[in-house]
C-alpha cells in the first residue's frame, strides 16, 4: 500500500494546545490542495503588485498629484455595463459589518439588516483561532447548527428563519497581508486567497443550493490591475470547483486614494463578477496620509473627526462613486455608523442617533443605494433613511446623477478644509491607537472605544495623523508644535491613566505596555510602515 501524498501546504507556528477546534474540516485534503493552486498561481502576480504600489507612490512623491489614467480613457468613454445583479443583492439598503465569531454571526444575520459583511479584515485580529473559527461559523450558519448559549452571561442564540436572515458578503484580508501559519514551496500564502480559498471551496455550492451565492467585499485595492487580479482569481476558482462563471459577485470598497482615480476601471476589469462600490472614510483618509506624507502642508488633515463626509474633496469622491456606480450599473454603498448606543445614557443615544440619521439621509438623496452600521440598533435608523428615498423600490440604480462633474483636482483638495489640528485631537488620536492596539494583540478587531465601534482602519489614520503632523511640523491651537517628545509626552500620560483606571491586575494582563509601545514605534519612525498591522501581526499572540 503506497503512502498518502504529502499534503501541498504547511501547517506551521501552531501550538498544539492552541489549535482550534474542528480544525480539519476546514483544512481538509482537498481544501489544502485548492489553496495551493490558488497561490502558485496568482501570488507571483500579487507580489508585483505590491512592488508596483511602491512605484506608484513614489511617482505621487515626486509629482504630488494625481490624476484619471490617460491610458484607459476608452474604457471610462466606452459603453458597457457591468453583470446583472443577482436578486440575493438587489436590495442593499442596510449592510451591518462585524468579525465572524459566533455570537456576532447570528446577531449579524438576525439584525434585520439586509446584507452582513462577514469580516476576515479590519474587524478581525488574524489568530489562528479567527482564521478557522470564522470559516466554521460561516459554514455552521449556512448548516443552521450555529444556535449556542453563552457561558457568562446564560443567554441563548439562535437564527431566525431563512428568508429573515441577511445575505452574507465575506471580506477577506487584503492583497498586502501573508498567513503565517500556511506555507507552501516555503513562502507564506497571502491571506487574502486564505480567507477567500477557504469560504469559496466549503460554501459556493451550497450558497448556490440556498439560492444565494459567493459574495465578496475586495479591501484595499489600489489600482485596476488588482482587481484584474481578482477576476482572474475569480474565474479559476470557479472552474476549478465546478461553479458556473459569473456566480461570484464582488463589491470593492475605494478605500485608497489611487483607486479613486480608476473607479470605472475597476468596475470593468471586475465586469462579470461586479457587484458595487463601497464609500468609507479612515481607510480613505489613512491613505491620502500615507500617499501625500512628504507633499507639503497643503496635504495636512486636521483632527480625524473634523473631516466629515460633507468636506469638499470627500463630496467629491463620494458623488463621483454614485455617478460611476449608476453609469455601469453598480450599486454605490456608503459609509459607516460607528455609534454604539449607550445602555445607560440615553441623552448621548439622542443626539447620536440624529446624527446617524442625518448621515444616512444625505447618504440616500445622493444616490446611495445603501449604507453601513456596526451596530443591530442602528438598522431601523439608517432603514427608515433609505426607505423614506426608495419606498418599495429595490435601489436607485436609475439615478444618474449627470449632475456631478468631478475634476482630478477635486479628490485631492484637502486644503479647502478650515478646520486646523488641535491639541485634543493628537490626545484623541493617542488614546484610540493605544487602545485598539492593544486589542488587537489580544485577538480583538472590532473594539468599542467612547461608545464608537473601531477597526483597524482606525488605528491606522490615528497613527498616520501623529507621523503626519510631527514631520509637517505642525502647530497645533494651544500653540505647540508636533513633535516625537511631545507624542511620547501624550502616550505616557495616557498609558498612565488607563492603568490608573483599569488597576494594576487588568493591566498587567493586557498588552498595553506592547500598544503602546508599538504606536510610537509606527507614529516615529522616519520610515513610514505602510501598514500597522504588518509589524501587529509579528506580534499577534495566536
Known sequence: MSAPAPSPLEIVGVDPGQRPERQDEVLTGAALEFIAALHRRFTPRRDELLARRAEKRAEIARTSTLDFLPETAHVREGDWRVADCPPALLDRRVEITGPTDRKMTINALNSGAKVWLADFEDASAPTWENVIGGQLNLTDAYERRIDFTDERTGKSYALRPAEELATVVVR??????????LVCDGQPVPGALVDFGLYFFHNAQRLLDLGKGPYFY????????????????????????????????????IETITAAYEMEEIL??????????????????????????????????????AVTMT??????YTELLVRTCHKRGAHAIGGMAAFIPSRKDAKVNEVAFEKVRADKDREAEDGFDGSWVAHPDLVPVAKASFDAVLGERPNQKERLREDVDVKA??????????????????????????RYIEAWLRGLGAVAIFNLMEDAATAEISRSQIWQWINA??????????????????AAEELAAIRAQIGEEAFAAGCWQQAHDLLLRVALDEEYEDFLTTPAYEILRG
Open 172 to 181: 477577506p484580508r487584503g492583497w498586502h497581508m501573508d498567513e503565517r501559519h
Open 409 to 434: 483636482s477635486d479628490l485631492i483638495a484637502v486644503d479647502s478644509l478650515e478646520a486646523r489640528p488641535t491639541f485634543e485631537g493628537l490626545r484623541n488620536a493617542v488614546q484610540v491607537g493605544i
Open 473 to 490: 511640523g505642525v502647530v497645533l491651537d494651544t500653540g505647540q508644535q508636533v513633535t516625537a517628545e511631545l507624542a511620547r509626552q501624550v
Open 268 to 305: 470593468y476589469e471586475l465586469r462579470d463578477h461586479a457587484a458595487g462600490l463601497n464609500a468609507g472614510r479612515w481607510d480613505y483618509l489613512f491613505s491620502i496620509v500615507k500617499n501625500f506624507r512628504d507633499a507639503g502642508s497643503r496635504f495636512v488633515l486636521p483632527d480625524r473627526n
Open 218 to 253: 475586495l479591501p484595499k485595492t489600489e489600482s485596476h490591475l488588482e482587481a484584474r487580479l481578482w477576476n482572474e482569481v475569480f474565474v479559476f476558482a470557479q472552474d476549478y470547483c465546478g461553479i458556473p462563471q459569473g456566480t461570484v459577485r464582488a463589491t470593492v470598497l
Open 311 to 316: 468636506a469638499p474633496f470627500m463630496r467629491a
